[in-house]
Nanobody, 124 residues
Framework: VQLQASGGGLVQAGGSLRLSCAAT????????LAWFRQAPGKAREFVAA????????SYADSAKGRFTISRDSAKNTVTLQMNSLKPEDTALYYC??????????????????WGQGTQVTVSS
């Protein structure tokens, strides 16, 4: 499984960004795809996740109401739409994937496949 993240950048507080993760090399019907982020000096933290089949989603409290995760089965991509961005959203954002029978896991340790990070910087 290979994951390719894109879409980061610099935006002012209150602005929006859309991150994309292109997934290849697997049958994703039993996979969960997720976004994590890591700010300098901090641990990697869960942002949002989606089950490929059925589209069940899960969000960190910090993302609820502002971020939306979705998937496009035809293009094998997962998108994270981020609105109302805050300076504290500044981080390196990673997409991750793993096969999960049930539910959605929020721990980075549960994911075996990772893309390269894409930088999101929100200025105040």
């Amino acid at each position: 499984v290979q994951l390719q993240a894109s879409g980061g950048g610099l935006v002012q507080a209150g602005g929006s960004l859309r991150l994309s993760c292109a997934a290849t090399g697997g049958n994703f019907n039993r996979y969960v795809l997720a976004w994590f982020r890591q700010a300098p000096g901090k641990a990697r933290e869960f942002v949002a996740a989606i089950r490929w089949s059925g589209g069940i989603t899960s969000y960190a409290d910090s993302a609820k109401g502002r971020f939306t995760i979705s998937r496009d089965s035809a293009k094998n991509t997962v998108t994270l739409q981020m609105n109302s961005l805050k300076p504290e959203d500044t981080a390196l954002y990673y997409c991750a994937a793993d096969e999960m029978t049930l539910g959605v896991r929020r721990s980075a340790n549960e994911y075996d496949y990772w893309g390269q990070g894409t930088q999101v910087t929100v200025s105040s």
